[in-house]
């Protein structure tokens, strides 16, 4: 890479807070970007509940637009993991986060 080829990296530590960082030269590997923590109270199993709720919640007639926002604010940290570490196929994140592909989201 030249030095004047720089590349700009999204680091997202919480929903509001997105860091803009230009690296010298391109990362090795996703294993040093930050992860966000999960909500306080809440491990990888309590908010993989939250996450099949929100599943079954998609599945309703009626939605609760409020409710999902509120689940996926929740569930940040866990989708977040999810996609960094595995890099999931589209079609599989689709499968596991549906709310995520609405639009309000």
């Given amino acids: 890479m030249s030095s004047q080829e720089k590349t700009l990296l ?7 807070d997105i860091r803009k960082v230009t690296l010298a030269k391109k990362p090795d590997s996703v294993d040093n970007l930050v992860l966000p923590t999960f909500p306080d109270g809440h491990n990888d199993d309590s908010l993989e509940l939250v996450r099949k709720e929100i599943q079954d919640e998609m599945k309703m ?25 595995s890099t999931p196929a589209i079609s599989d994140v689709l499968e596991r986060w549906p709310a995520l592909f609405r639009e309000p989201q």
């Fill in 61 to 85: 007639r009626t939605l609760s637009s409020s409710l999902l926002a509120q689940k996926m604010d929740l569930t940040f940290a866990l989708r977040r993991k999810e996609i960094v570490e």
């Fill in 10 to 16: 999204r680091v997202i530590l919480t929903e509001g």
